[in-house]
């Protein structure tokens, strides 16, 4: 998927499975439950940060379910790649700002948000890379910063590899999910590399959760 010239009917049907995997194993509405939603109401509108929406399903999710809850919430979602800008402005409206930016463009806009998230980023960064976001998601959260990660584990590569092998060929949501498992940090390593601030945290199945909290204003 990160090669510009990979083929874009396969690329645009990974979008869309985007979502069904990641109802599957990303654990988000359990995040937007414990994390978000508690920081949602009290008269105002929240505002919330995505780094890096891919196929966009995460954010339009999360705005599904604060509207749901009567919660206001404002969504930008961010990512460089112009194949997935293109992709999100053919989907339904879903309250969501998408923008072809990076976190250090908006820092340099001097743009602030009450949570910054990313799904799935980290394992993509190399070190400056992870470096230059964990400041940036620093610097444009004034409460909390929720990066929600793969953890690796042979059991999960095993599990992802018999489960996506219908997928094989069909799209990159097979090869390219092993990859990224394979990329992805463990417990101990992620923790190993952070900068002081930052909490590594378990969840099932198989994930981690990279957060920060910041003093609101």
Avoid at 144 to 163: E, T, W
Avoid at 174 to 197: C, K, M, N, Q, T
Wanted: net charge positive.
């Amino acid at each position: 998927m990160d090669d510009p010239d990979c083929d874009s009917v396969l690329l645009e049907r990974t979008y869309r499975q985007f979502a069904a995997i990641n109802r599957l194993v990303s654990g988000w509405r359990r995040v937007y439950r414990t994390r978000i939603r508690p920081r949602l109401g009290s008269g105002r509108r929240a505002t919330l940060l995505d780094i890096g929406f891919g196929g966009g399903d995460i954010p339009r999710a999360i705005a599904r379910w604060a509207a749901r809850d009567g919660l206001g919430l404002d969504i930008t979602a961010i990512d460089p790649e112009p194949r997935a800008i293109r992709y999100v402005r053919g989907l339904p409206d879903a309250g969501v700002r998408f923008e072809r930016a990076t976190s250090a463009e908006l820092v340099a806009r001097g743009e602030r948000y009450d949570m910054v998230i990313s799904n799935h980023l980290l394992h993509h960064l190399d070190d400056d890379e992870r470096v230059d976001l964990l400041r940036d998601s620093t610097t444009l959260a004034r409460e909390v910063s929720i990066h929600n990660d793969l953890a690796r584990a042979r059991l999960g590569y095993a599990a992802f590899a018999v489960a996506t092998l219908p997928l094989r060929g069909r799209s990159f949501a097979h090869d390219d999910g092993l990859l990224s498992i394979r990329r992805s940090y463990r417990r101990d390593e992620l923790r190993a590399i952070v900068p002081p601030g930052w909490r590594v945290e378990s969840m099932f199945p198989q994930r981690l959760l990279l957060t920060h909290e910041g003093a609101a204003e």
